[in-house]
């Protein structure tokens, strides 16, 4: 049998370094699996979209798709555009069929690939006993995604870094600069920011500016090998049976 199309599913961006990241995330996927199709697509923004690759992929012959959103946590993009516009999808393409996998985080993937880009930016395991951390992500009105993110700077807390303070670029607080503020009163001597965010663009732009104030900033998790294993991990979930029953009433 031939295995269902990856399609990961950005959301896209005016800024052309998100689109470029995400090509190249999906090429080092097709480098860890050769021989699966994998195929990338965006909400808004960007081309191709989402409808237009469904499209394609159907006139083309393929019978099953797992849509796979490019999104760290459960916020409104998970929970309402994506299922839309695969909803119409499966609607207007009853010979496709469609399945959604699970969003990226949380998972100690993504936790390896934010650590990581921090030693690429001049920290060392060594390092995180005198350094606090900002954990910034996009921010969501989204309670449940706050959460998740507060959740993940206290497992961050507990592999060694001496504070860890979440923050947001938007809609929810703190604000990265306050949360840089914040470490320097506690006495913190050496804080560092931790972009939680998988492309550029404007958010991950104003976590950069609020960072102004820390001694290390580092990239974003971008096309990192951790990311690239974490896609695969979401695709081979959303291809089990179990997960296979569930997109048939989604």
Known sequence: MTAPVLLVTAHGSRDPR????????????????????????FLEFNAPSVPRVLERLAAEGAGEVVALPLLLTRAFHAKSDVPSVLHEARTRLPGLRIRQADVLGPSPLLNA?????????????????????VLASAGSTDPEASAVIAEIARELRHTGWCAVRPAFASASLPRTEEAVRDLRAEGVRRVAVAPYVIAPGRLPDRIAAGAAGADVLSGVLGPSPALARLLLIRYDEACAPAAGARSLSA
Not at 25 to 40: D, F, N, S
């Open 18 to 41: 998100h689109a470029a990241t995400v090509h190249a995330l999906t090429a080092r996927v097709r480098a860890l699996r050769p021989g699966l199709r994998v195929e990338t697509a």
């Open 113 to 133: 690939a934010l650590e990581q880009r921090l030693y690429e930016a001049g920290l060392s395991p060594a390092d995180k006993g005198s350094t606090g951390l």
